[in-house]
């Protein structure tokens, strides 16, 4: 069994607040500062640039990446580290392309984050040649899988209401069709168990700050089937992914299996700040993750049931159709989370109307979760929401 209390005490949260946000920015775990700051001072302060080999600063994207790994089921040297997530479902997907040069079609929902969808538009202009995105409604996508269809686009769990896909579905349905899948797993990586190996994904990829808890900018990771990895063409061949970026070569000629999915110098202040926060998930079982979780969910909706009739659940009531967060609607969704900001209770807001509260049992108790929802309840009651500063908006929401 996961010892929560232990897990608990390895985070630096601030006095009296509760953090229901961690799946959108995990908060700092105690060991990550220290862990910086000896990056900081005894490595590039000290060895300045020999730091690449003798601190082993150039190995740990795919160090981290094996670590990292054991969270999502992959087997080692198949996940590296590096940009940010856009960068990483635009590589995912070129390649994915690339291996089914006979079809032009990405498909996707229109519940998935808009940067992915973004990312594909960007790629399939680029590319030309009668490439396109696909968006349908989610609940729609299985049955908009066809035999034109290159590249499944997946964010298994919604950022706005929290749906979750039925990926060993998907997965196999598209591979039954002939296509390629990118799973994107930036609400599920230490938020719900993954088995990228188990459930044969093609690409997998997601972010290290939300629910693993890297830090603002924290890198993103991308994962390659081993079956695949020594076929797949580097859309962004930069140097780092080359079979020998020191032999400066004029040609590019991709690194062996995961590496050609590294484009530039690793971030090693935010790598070193991973590999801090990844010791946090020593001794953590997924599955206990998963259903402390859902007891702490399950806490929330029945209280905001019970005592806030004007909030709507916007997530599925079916907990197995849900990832790790909750969400409800309210059209003043804005101002009722700046006024439980200010009582020390944090979540957020995604437009029009959504309130989004993320459940990390790492650090969240019962006992935090039914305070916040007391609080959520006392300000619908109230109405102390109503206020102009609660309705002033920031640049992020
Ligand atoms: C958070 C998130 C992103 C963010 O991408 P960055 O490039 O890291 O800013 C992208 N896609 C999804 C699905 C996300 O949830």
Same mark, same amino acid.
């Given at each position: 069994?996961?010892? &929560?209390?232990?897990?608990?005490?390895?985070?630096?949260?601030?006095?009296?607040?509760?953090?229901?946000?961690?799946?959108?920015?995990?908060?700092?775990?105690?060991?990550?500062?220290?862990?910086?700051?000896?990056?900081?001072?005894?490595?590039?302060?000290?060895?300045?640039?020999?730091?690449?080999?003798?601190?082993?600063?150039?190995?740990?994207?795919?160090?981290?990446?094996?670590?990292?790994?054991?969270?999502?089921?992959?087997?080692?040297?198949?996940?590296?580290?590096?940009?940010?997530?856009?960068?990483?479902?635009?590589?995912?997907?070129?390649?994915?392309?690339?291996?089914?040069?006979?079809?032009?079609?990405?498909?996707?929902?229109?519940?998935? &984050?808009?940067?992915?969808?973004?990312?594909?538009?960007?790629?399939?202009?680029?590319?030309?040649?009668?490439?396109?995105?696909?968006?349908?409604?989610?609940?729609?996508?299985?049955?908009?899988?066809?035999?034109?269809?290159?590249?499944?686009?997946?964010?298994?769990?919604?950022?706005?209401?929290?749906?979750?896909?039925?990926?060993?579905?998907?997965?196999?349905?598209?591979?039954?069709?002939?296509?390629?899948?990118?799973?994107?797993?930036?609400?599920?990586?230490?938020?719900?168990?993954? =088995?990228?190996?188990?459930?044969?994904? =093609?690409?997998?990829?997601?972010?290290?700050?939300?629910?693993?808890?890297?830090?603002?900018?924290?890198?993103?990771?991308?994962?390659?089937?081993?079956?695949?990895?020594?076929?797949?063409?580097?859309?962004?061949?930069?140097?780092?992914?080359?079979?020998?970026?020191?032999?400066?070569?004029?040609?590019?000629?991709?690194?062996?299996?995961?590496?050609?999915?590294?484009?530039?110098?690793?971030?090693?202040?935010?790598?070193?700040?991973?590999?801090?926060?990844? =010791?946090?998930?020593?001794?953590?079982?997924?599955?206990?993750?998963?259903?402390?979780?859902?007891?702490?969910?399950?806490?929330?909706?029945?209280?905001?049931?019970?005592?806030?009739?004007?909030?709507?659940?916007?997530?599925?009531?079916?907990?197995?159709?849900?990832?790790?967060?909750?969400? &409800?609607?309210?059209?003043?969704?804005?101002?009722?989370?700046?006024?439980?900001?200010?009582?020390?209770?944090?979540?957020?807001?995604?437009?029009?109307?959504?309130?989004? &509260?993320?459940?990390?049992?790492?650090?969240?108790?019962?006992?935090?979760?039914?305070?916040?929802?007391?609080?959520?309840?006392?300000?619908?009651?109230?109405?102390?929401?109503?206020?102009?500063?609660?309705?002033?908006?920031?640049?992020?929401?």
């Amino acid at each position: 069994m996961t010892d &929560f209390t232990a897990t608990r005490a390895m985070f630096d949260l601030p006095e009296g607040i509760v953090y229901l946000d961690g799946n959108s920015l995990g908060p700092l775990p105690r060991g990550v500062a220290a862990r910086v700051a000896r990056t900081i001072t005894d490595e590039w302060g000290q060895m300045l640039i020999t730091g690449w080999n003798r601190a082993g600063w150039m190995a740990l994207p795919t160090q981290l990446g094996n670590r990292l790994g054991r969270l999502i089921g992959a087997e080692p040297g198949s996940v590296t580290l590096g940009d940010t997530l856009s960068i990483k479902v635009y590589q995912a997907l070129a390649a994915g392309l690339d291996l089914r040069p006979d079809r032009r079609v990405i498909l996707s929902d229109t519940g998935n &984050f808009p940067s992915d969808l973004y990312m594909a538009e960007g790629l399939c202009r680029s590319l030309g040649q009668g490439y396109a995105l696909k968006t349908v409604a989610p609940e729609a996508l299985e049955s908009a899988l066809d035999e034109t269809v290159a590249v499944l686009m997946v964010t298994e769990v919604d950022y706005r209401t929290g749906r979750k896909h039925d990926m060993a579905r998907l997965i196999a349905r598209a591979h039954d069709l002939g296509a390629l899948v990118v799973w994107d797993l930036a609400h599920s990586a230490g938020a719900i168990p993954v =088995d990228v190996t188990g459930l044969d994904a =093609d690409f997998a990829v997601g972010c290290s700050y939300k629910y693993l808890n890297s830090g603002p900018g924290g890198p993103a990771f991308i994962y390659v089937a081993p079956r695949l990895a020594d076929r797949v063409r580097p859309a962004l061949s930069g140097w780092l992914g080359h079979e020998a970026p020191f032999a400066f070569d004029l040609d590019y000629r991709p690194g062996a299996g995961i590496e050609r999915m590294r484009v530039g110098t690793p971030p090693i202040l935010q790598l070193a700040a991973l590999d801090a926060a990844l =010791d946090v998930w020593e001794g953590v079982d997924m599955q206990d993750i998963r259903a402390q979780s859902l007891t702490l969910q399950e806490i929330f909706i029945a209280q905001i049931d019970a005592a806030c009739p004007d909030l709507t659940l916007a997530s599925p009531r079916d907990a197995a159709a849900r990832g790790s967060q909750v969400s &409800f609607r309210h059209p003043q969704g804005y101002a009722i989370i700046q006024a439980l900001i200010a009582e020390g209770v944090i979540g957020d807001f995604r437009a029009p109307d959504i309130l989004r &509260f993320g459940f990390t049992p790492l650090y969240l108790s019962e006992g935090d979760v039914e305070k916040a929802a007391a609080i959520l309840c006392e300000i619908m009651a109230t109405g102390r929401w109503d206020k102009p500063e609660f309705h002033r908006r920031a640049a992020v929401t």
